[in-house]
């Protein structure tokens, strides 16, 4: 083998070790249409995929403009007839060939060309190597498009996997987010929040903190005078009052009904109290604990709701509160 010929097998070399760590089409692309001017010595190239029965040019490396980003016929032009026949066509003269449709070449400044399908059972697309002279392309040229046909084949299914498992990965997350969601006012729902929390401490974000139990005043009221609307509605808006009253690594959370809860990293019960209180104004009702570890979350809720009762107690009845 000449120094050609060893030339073109590390070209080959290089390009199979590019398209193998490739993880999207674009990348593949980019390798291929290089790789297929280097190998062939050609003055253009172009990368097709099949798309139904239509061959898309979806890139090209080449002295002048081909057809990037046209569609044709499979039937129409030689791409599809190279995927249709699962083999090669070497073409000295374009205008000799009838396989050709030599208007769709008259612009260009192609005189000859190959065409080589990716894969030969159930092409999924096709590469073009294309000369601006007569040229009647050797084994060898022949020979190095084929192998670089057969790792883009590869390549593209390894695309392919890669995509479905990010789409997967994707699914699963949006799934996980949904499961911790509450539908109404985009906070977590219990569930996330106390996963959010746990994580907190498990990941060292948090030490200890404080918890916050907080009860929307006159909900029932509302749904029994203006309807289910309305007290939608004043949940959706003391929700949004509470994630914007709170810090960016406060967990927010609406537990049900009118209850939510948060829990700040790092804080004490009665700062706490007094931010959620005065955000809230007549709103709602709050009560505080501290919070020490994950596994005293249960107790701290349980303690924050019981104070948060007593603070509703004071507010509903400040007459009684006055004269005791």
């Not at 081909?66 to 569609?71: D, I, P, Q, S």
């Not at 159930?122 to 000369?131: N, T």
């Amino acid at each position: 083998m000449g120094d050609n010929g060893s030339a073109g097998i590390s070209r080959l070399l290089r390009a199979v070790q590019e398209l193998s760590m490739a993880t999207q089409l674009s990348e593949v692309q980019r390798v291929v249409r290089t790789a297929a001017r280097d190998l062939a010595g050609c003055d253009g190239a172009t990368f097709v995929l099949r798309d139904g029965d239509l061959c898309f040019y979806a890139d090209e490396d080449a002295i002048q403009p081909l057809w990037k980003g046209m569609r044709f016929p499979m039937e129409a032009c030689i791409s599809g007839w190279a995927m249709l026949n699962g083999d090669h066509a070497v073409i000295p003269d374009i205008y000799a060939d009838p396989r050709i449709p030599a208007e769709a070449y008259q612009p260009t400044f192609v005189k000859s060309l190959v065409m080589t399908p990716i894969r030969t059972m159930a092409p999924v697309g096709a590469i073009g190597a294309y000369w601006a002279d007569h040229h009647e392309a050797t084994d060898e040229e022949i020979s190095l498009l084929r192998g670089l046909a057969d790792a883009t084949s590869l390549a593209l299914e390894k695309v392919s996997i890669h995509r479905e498992l990010e789409q997967e990965v994707a699914l699963a997350q949006e799934a996980q987010r949904l499961s911790q969601t509450d539908e109404l006012t985009g906070l977590l729902n219990r569930r996330g929040f106390v996963e959010q929390v746990v994580q907190k401490f498990a990941n060292g974000e948090a030490s200890s903190g404080a918890v916050a139990f907080a009860d929307i005043d006159g909900l029932k009221e509302i749904n029994d005078l203006e309807g289910h609307d309305a007290g939608d509605r004043l949940i959706a808006e003391v929700a949004q009052t509470l994630r914007s009253a709170v810090r960016n690594r406060d967990v927010v959370g609406r537990l049900g009904g009118d209850e939510f809860a948060v829990f700040s990293p790092d804080a004490d019960p009665a700062t706490l109290q007094d931010r959620l209180t005065n955000a809230l104004g007549d709103r709602g009702s709050v009560g505080t604990a501290a919070l020490r570890s994950a596994d005293g979350l249960h107790d701290a809720l349980l303690t924050a709701d019981a104070e948060m009762y007593a603070t509703k107690r004071r507010r509903m009845s400040p007459r009684a509160d006055a004269s005791a």
